[in-house]
């Protein structure tokens, strides 16, 4: 045998076919002759490497190294580097998407290493047209054993004792099956091969049959051979040309080898073949009509019993199972059923292949034992979710399973937990969807899907299919109504009860798990036409505009800067916001996320935009409002939620007071952010606006301190608590009473209120500062605590991509100098003469995920250590104060501090002239959250007083007519989003400058041009 310094081996699969693989091959092929090393070196097309998002891939022996994404282009420098130098080729070496770690061999990737492979063995390894490499592989051994050592009730025994069940569907019993059909009477039985897989977004069966062939028809016989059968069929979709191709070639070579057809391996068994391609439709994945399609009718299902193991194809004894299953057959009866049996789940045994597709970072052909957990899949093995997103559900089953949300990520998958989430295993068609997947929508296509390809002869799924449709489409319309819900439910359950067969009987399921996990997302449609993943275009004018909590109409503003109309520009961003300057600068854009521009290259920069309109156009003048009304209301509460709603409130006429407990209104935004954000002066301007317009605003006035609150309720009409969240949670940890331990609010409210003490020294927190946390708070007090001069470790549970802040913060103080240890968390703080001088950590790893989706942190025994330190500050979380809220108040506070509403308001609480919003209500939020809060309060407190007074709705004034420039351009080049001129890191930490400088003129119009202006209506 002729023997080569190395092989390459060319995955050749449809997928990597479709992106370029035969081309690669002949470059290859042209380069190895024209360097005359072509003797030296065995080029091999593979079937699918499973990898598919990686593809073309090509590894190369006896090294094991991977190349992914390689182009015809690539290959003289591979060639030169790996085979004439000998040194990899780093560039096209796989990188760890979260970390971006290089990792050279095929086994050590993640994606490869966790799974276990059995159906998979010969995937990416052998020519699936080669039989002899097959036969290398132990091909045609288990059929050799059955067919000359064992009786066909031995071959049954074995598989029922495998316990190996259908991979195409519901998961019947393979051996029970088999039994039926051996112990029908008849001379003519028939083995059927279903390989129609109608899944969208399923290819495992293609795979299969494109990278291993040989498998499936050594499956075949010894089924044939179990239950008497001497002739079979492949049903196969035509669009799988290559599958197709490679069956043919596969059969034409077993026949030649005598190991298909008249008298196998002389054992005197006959056995023959024929591949029946199908037309495509989804029923003809059902038995009983991939039966009657294969007898020439139209492909519709037959009403059972009888079943097929009695009177199947041509009425004769027949068993169908899927290419998976009979691809196990011949592993089960070489090994034995008790090495299959020895992995999967009590009653779930062997490994299961999936198709991994979606939101997903590794795209591709997945084989894990039965019992591994979803989250293992997807982010173990699939590498997370791409762009940070995140995790929302997988779709398992295709358009007759269902979705298994983020909460059941620790939920081991097999037959019995996928029933009882509300999906079925099917197939193995794995969707992952992420945050940006509207559930309703998703229940929609996956029914349009079942109404399109269902067969007509049953009226519960021709009508009721086409009825759930119909409500669907209205939801995700707007024009959905109360009740259509529960009609949903109603319909689903008789569709599934009354149905002929299995697509009828599961088309509901998506339905009913996105009800069953999501239904708040269908009221969400119906009720205030919002869809929150931005996808249903019907609710909105753009996607950005509907995500913002405020509902700002940002691609307005956007093309007003695109116009130099600035002064217009500003006018827009004061209709939803009294706080512009601020949310340029503190908010979290959770419009950017939704930017449709970012699915093209980067988002919009709406943010800098909106901070770009108050640096250089003036805010337009206020007038003081005319107070109109009787009743007076008390705002408890100075931030963004307490001055939006007093702002709103004095707009309607009312006389509102807010009292606030510290020295300047603001909340969080002047006590808590630091000026190297968020510039006193920007602040005090938007409050001095609101203060212009009448809003009376006492500090220094404590509300159970300096007024009571029975003082407020005897002297107001009403009263809207925003206290916000300014009271640090405890770390439980032994010695955090100690001097020199600090909760981050309190640290923060600390310097803001004698920021020049601090900054003189006169307050001090030493040399060495640890911060624990990994939220927004944590690094503004890291960033702080570096400007008085201290070295500063922030200490965080989880890994990078788990930090609740905002990535752009994150990034900004590691360039300051602040170091950040993942993995790691305090158990105790030690003293000496009751000051803080040294804290003890512990590493942790990851475990399971919490109901976030996200790894929780384990301790690690062992693992502690001591780091000297100065001081300590604790920024874990956020609760709000409600001390001054009386027992006797008819106010509700759960156990978190939060005021409870009442069912079915936003803001009121339950003693009915009490309204709460923002921080108080919600825990820790954003400043839009809040702003939104208070702009919700006003409307629901100015409601109630006129409901009471049997007056009319309140009636917004007209707004001033402003004409929005619609420019499209006719090309869109790809362009990254413009950075943010900041001061060097160096020049940051001298002092409380601010650190991001904004837009240019010019920078801004080029960002302005990017808006794609997705509200245009042509």
């Not at 989804?282 to 009403?303: D, H, N, Q």
């Not at 240890?821 to 003469?833: D, R, S, T």
Request: hydrophobic share 40%; proline share 6%.
């Amino acid at each position: 045998m002729k023997v080569f310094r190395a092989h390459m081996l060319i995955c050749g699969g449809t997928g990597c076919h479709a992106s370029g693989s035969l081309e690669v091959k002949k470059a290859l092929i042209a380069e190895l002759d024209k360097r005359k090393i072509a003797e030296e070196i065995k080029v091999v097309e593979t079937g699918c490497n499973g990898f598919c998002a990686m593809g073309p891939i090509m590894v190369v022996y006896p090294e094991g190294v991977m190349y992914t994404l390689v182009k015809p282009s690539d290959i003289p420098e591979l060639v030169e580097e790996h085979l004439i130098k000998g040194r990899v080729l780093e560039r096209l070496l796989y990188r760890e998407p979260s970390t971006e770690l290089v990792i050279p061999n095929m086994q050590e990737i993640p994606f490869f290493a966790h799974q276990e492979l059995r159906v998979l063995r010969n995937r990416g390894l052998i020519d699936p047209e080669k039989i002899d490499e097959y036969i290398a592989r132990d091909g045609y051994q288990g059929m050799a054993k059955a067919l000359t050592e064992m009786t066909p009730e031995q071959i049954v025994k074995e598989v029922i004792d495998s316990g190996l069940r259908g991979r195409g569907g519901a998961g019947f019993p393979t051996g029970l099956k088999w039994k039926f059909a051996a112990s029908s009477p008849g001379d003519v039985k028939y083995v059927i091969c279903n390989a129609d897989e109608g899944d969208p977004g399923a290819f495992m069966d293609r795979s299969v049959l494109e990278a291993d062939p040989h498998a499936v028809l050594e499956g075949m016989v010894i089924a044939a051979k179990a239950i008497g059968s001497h002739q079979g069929y492949i049903y196969c979709r035509a669009e799988y040309p290559l599958a197709i191709h490679r069956l043919n070639v596969a059969i034409a070579q077993a026949k030649e080898y005598g190991l298909l057809g008249k008298d196998i391996l002389g054992s005197g068994f006959d056995f023959d073949l024929e591949i029946y391609q199908g037309a495509g439709a989804f029923v003809c994945g059902e038995e009983t009509a991939l039966m009657t399609s294969i007898e020439g009718k139209r492909g519709m299902p037959r009403p059972r019993p009888p079943f097929p193991a009695v009177a199947g194809l041509w009425q004769k004894p027949s068993i169908l199972n899927n290419v998976e299953t009979f691809a196990n057959v011949p592993q089960i009866i070489l090994r034995g059923a008790e090495w299959f049996a020895s992995i999967g789940t009590e009653r779930s045994k062997g490994t299961k292949v999936f198709a991994l597709t979606g939101d997903v970072n590794n795209v591709g052909l997945v084989e894990v034992p039965m019992g591994t957990t979803l989250g293992t899949i997807v982010f173990d093995i699939g590498g997370g979710i791409p762009k940070g997103k995140k995790f929302k559900a997988a779709q398992l089953g295709g358009p007759s399973g269902g979705c298994i949300p983020v909460q059941h990520l620790n939920v081991p998958i097999d037959y019995e937990n996928v029933t009882e989430l509300g999906a079925i295993m099917g197939s193995g068609g794995l969707i992952v969807m992420n945050e940006d997947t509207c559930a309703v929508d998703m229940a929609r296509f996956f029914m349009e899907f079942c109404q399109d390809e269902s067969c007509g002869k049953c009226t519960p799924c021709r009508e009721g299919t086409k009825r759930m449709l119909e409500i669907l489409n209205n939801i995700t319309q707007g024009k959905g109504k109360e009740g259509d819900i529960e009609l949903l439910e109603e319909l689903a359950k008789i569709i599934k009860d009354a149905s002929l067969c299995g697509l009828g009987q599961t088309a509901p399921n998506p339905v009913l798990s996105t009800i069953r996990y999501f239904r708040q997302e269908y009221e969400e449609h119906i009720r205030e036409h919002k869809c929150r993943a931005a996808v249903c275009t019907a609710l909105f004018k753009s996607p950005c505009q509907h995500t913002c909590p405020i509902g700002m109409d940002i691609p307005s503003y956007i093309a007003l800067i695109r116009a130099d109309r600035l002064e217009d520009a500003y006018k827009v961003l004061l209709k939803t916001s009294p706080f512009p300057s601020v949310c340029g600068r503190v908010c979290d854009h959770k419009c950017q996320s939704k930017c449709r521009r970012g699915k093209l290259d980067e988002p919009v920069a709406i943010k800098y935009l909106k901070r770009f309109i108050t640096d250089y156009a003036d805010r337009p003048p206020v007038s003081p409002a005319p107070i109109t009304r009787k009743e007076k209301i008390a705002v408890i509460g100075a931030g963004p939620a307490g001055l939006t709603a007093a702002q709103d409130l004095t707009k309607r006429g009312y006389k509102v007071t807010v009292f606030e407990e510290l020295p300047e209104p603001g909340g969080m935004l002047r006590w808590a952010i630091p000026s190297y954000r968020l510039p006193r002066e920007v602040l005090r301007r938007e409050i001095d606006a609101i203060r212009a317009l009448g809003v009376e605003i006492k500090c220094n006035t404590k509300v159970g301190r300096d007024i009571s609150f029975d003082e407020l309720n005897a002297n107001y009409d009403y009263i809207y608590i925003a206290t916000g969240a300014h009271k640090s949670q405890k770390m439980n940890v032994e010695g955090e009473n100690l001097t020199g331990v600090f909760g981050s609010v309190e640290f923060l409210r600390d310097f803001n209120l004698n920021e020049e003490a601090w900054v003189k020294g006169k307050k001090n927190l030493g040399k060495k500062v640890v911060v624990i946390g990994g939220g927004n708070s944590a690094i503004d007090s890291a960033r702080v605590a570096l400007r008085l001069g201290a070295e500063v470790t922030i200490l965080y549970r989880r890994e990078r991509q788990d930090m609740p802040a905002a990535p752009e913060e994150i990034k900004a103080a590691e360039e300051e100098g602040v170091k950040i240890e993942f993995l790691v968390a305090p158990i105790k703080i030690i003293g000496q003469e009751g000051k803080v001088s040294a804290i003890v950590c512990q590493k942790m790893s990851l475990g399971d995920f919490d109901a976030s989706g996200r790894r929780r942190p384990i301790p690690i025994k062992g693992s502690e250590y001591t780091l000297p330190v100065d001081a300590v500050i604790a920024a874990i979380g956020q609760s709000p104060d409600v001390s001054f809220i009386p027992k006797e108040s008819g106010i509700s506070i759960n156990r978190w501090d939060c005021v409870d509403l009442v069912k079915g308001s936003k803001s009121r609480t339950h003693n009915a002239r009490v309204y709460a919003g923002g921080d108080v209500v919600t825990g820790p939020d954003t400043v839009i959250g809040a702003i939104a809060a208070g702009h919700q309060a006003a409307n629901e407190i100015d409601s109630a007083i006129r409901l009471a007074n049997g007056e009319p709705p309140y009636e917004e004034p007209p707004e001033e007519k402003i004409d929005i420039p619609l420019i499209i351009d006719e090309e869109t080049k790809e362009t990254p989003q413009a950075k943010m001129p900041e001061l060097h890191g160096a020049e940051r930490i001298l002092g409380f400058a601010e650190v991001e400088l904004g837009f240019t003129k010019e920078e801004a119009y080029k960002e302005a041009c990017r808006c794609l202006r997705c509200d245009a209506e042509i």
